[in-house]
Nanobody, 112 residues
Framework: QVKLVESGGGLVQPGESLTLSCTTSGSFRSIYYKGWYRQAPGKQRELVASLVSDGSVNRGISVKDRVSISANDAKDTIYLHLHDLKPEDTAVYYC??????WGQGTQVTVSS
């Protein structure tokens, strides 16, 4: 059974940075798609950043210059590095494995 667990969310002030982690268990593929999405109240879920096994990275338009994504050597944990956070970044952040399996989400709140 594939399971994804996010961590690292919390309350931060505008301008601060935050790193989210997502650990996957029960799945290993040499070819993979792993991503971070977010959903704010009343809004649709949107891409934050994704990482493909060939090394390709894609970033959401609204965060493009303020986000990076990485993985550990085992590729069972991915990280989302958020910089210069803004109140509009407040959302529940979800990680996904292959777009099929999703974590439960971690809340990020940006407020002074």
């Amino acid at each position: 059974q594939v399971k994804l667990v996010e961590s690292g969310g919390g309350l931060v002030q505008p301008g601060e940075s935050l790193t989210l982690s997502c650990t996957t268990s029960g799945s290993f593929r040499s070819i993979y798609y792993k991503g971070w999405y977010r959903q704010a109240p009343g809004k649709q879920r949107e891409l934050v950043a994704s990482l493909v096994s060939d090394g390709s990275v894609n970033r959401g338009i609204s965060v493009k210059d303020r986000v990076s994504i990485s993985a550990n050597d085992a590729k069972d944990t991915i990280y989302l590095h958020l910089h210069d956070l803004k109140p509009e970044d407040t959302a529940v952040y979800y990680c996904t494995d292959d777009g099929t399996f999703w974590g439960q989400g971690t809340q990020v709140t940006v407020s002074s």
